[in-house]
Nanobody, 122 residues
Framework: VQLQASGGGLVQAGGSLRLSCAASGRTSSRYGMGWFRQTPGKEREFVARIDAPGGRTYYADSVKGRFTISRDNAKNTAYLQMNSLKPEDTAVYYC????????????????WGSGTQVTVSS
């Protein structure tokens, strides 16, 4: 499975962005999808995940109520809708895929996608 993230950019605080993660290769609806982010000098941190099957979602406290993760199995794509963005949301965002559930720790994740830069100006 190959993952390609896109949709990042520069936005003012309070604005919105939607990230996409397109999966190709041996994709399956059995894969859970997730988003992580990383800033220079810090470890990659969990943002959100959507489990498979069932589509249960889980969010980091820092984004709860502002971000929404979803997926379109027909398009093999996961999304992260980010609203009410804050400067502290600035980071490189990575998507991830794993059979069933993406671990919040990020350890042992089967597949990582490329990163997409999100910059939120104050």
């Amino acid at each position: 499975v190959q993952l390609q993230a896109s949709g990042g950019g520069l936005v003012q605080a309070g604005g919105s962005l939607r990230l996409s993660c397109a999966a190709s290769g041996r994709t399956s609806s059995r894969y859970g999808m997730g988003w992580f982010r990383q800033t220079p000098g810090k470890e990659r941190e969990f943002v959100a995940r959507i489990d498979a099957p069932g589509g249960r979602t889980y969010y980091a406290d820092s984004v709860k109520g502002r971000f929404t993760i979803s997926r379109d199995n027909a398009k093999n794509t996961a999304y992260l809708q980010m609203n009410s963005l804050k400067p502290e949301d600035t980071a490189v965002y990575y998507c991830a895929a794993d059979l069933g559930v993406v671990p919040i720790s990020g350890k042992g994740v089967d597949h990582w996608g490329s990163g997409t830069q999100v910059t939120v100006s104050s």
